[in-house]
T-cell receptor, first 112, second 116 residues
């Protein structure tokens, strides 16, 4: 157990639907990062939150949004889902800086 | 743009032998950090080894070591005495915190198979 908890582990949904992925960071970690791993795009950074504030944005689609709550857990919202959104979505957390990065086990999203 | 290139999509090695995975990167930053991650079939991302760009000495972690060539922007991973449990995808990645974010930029990965 890495200490970073992602739920659900698997999600199957239809095109056009909306889903929410949840991440609880390791105790004490203030930063949460979201990554998407797909066959064609590889591992891509989506967005980072630090202590409730958005810190950096990567290749995140406008249909996707995220937030970090006061208890530091984070949610990634994916809407108007398309077949191409099928991927493994990882959350990672760190205290700060480049060290102590810990990944969750991911959420496998399948859009049918 | 910052990029990471892993030129070997797949590799195989006999158990107990040594294998080297290649990685090159491109960044205009002077301060950055390099990593190798392992992703076994369980899909968990596991940190194998890391290297700070300002350190000249190559990092070593047990059977894993790197050859860091800063001028050539090369960061290869050597696995000695390969074990069946080393079978996994290996991703080279770096962090260049120039903008205050510690996001990872990944290569496409190398699939390593250890053959008994």
């Amino acid at each position: 157990d890495s200490g970073v908890t992602q739920t659900p582990k698997h999600l199957i949904t239809a095109t056009g639907q909306r889903v929410t992925l949840r991440c609880s960071p390791r105790s004490g970690d203030l930063s949460v990062y979201w990554y998407q791993q797909s066959l064609d795009q590889g591992l891509q950074f989506l967005i980072q939150y630090y202590n409730g504030e958005e810190r950096a944005k990567g290749n995140i689609l406008e249909r996707f949004s995220a937030q970090q709550f006061p208890d530091l857990h984070s949610e990634l919202n994916l809407s108007s889902l398309e077949l191409g959104d099928s991927a493994l979505y990882f959350c990672a957390s760190s205290v700060s800086g480049p060290y102590g990065y810990t990944f969750g086990s991911g959420t496998r999203l399948t859009v049918v | 743009a910052q990029t990471v290139t892993q030129s070997q999509p797949e590799m195989s090695v006999q158990e107990a032998e040594t294998v080297t995975l290649s990685c090159t990167y491109d960044t205009s930053e002077n301060n950055y950090y390099l990593f190798w991650y392992k992703q076994p079939p369980s899909r968990q991302m596991i940190l194998v080894i890391r290297q700070e760009a300002y350190k000249q000495q190559n990092a070593t972690e047990n059977r894993f070591s790197v050859n860091f060539q800063k001028a050539a922007k090369s960061f290869s991973l050597k696995i000695s005495d390969s074990q069946l449990g080393d079978t996994a995808m290996y991703f080279c990645a770096f962090i260049a915190p120039g903008a205050g974010s510690y996001q990872l930029t990944f290569g496409k990965g190398t699939k390593l198979s250890v053959i008994p």
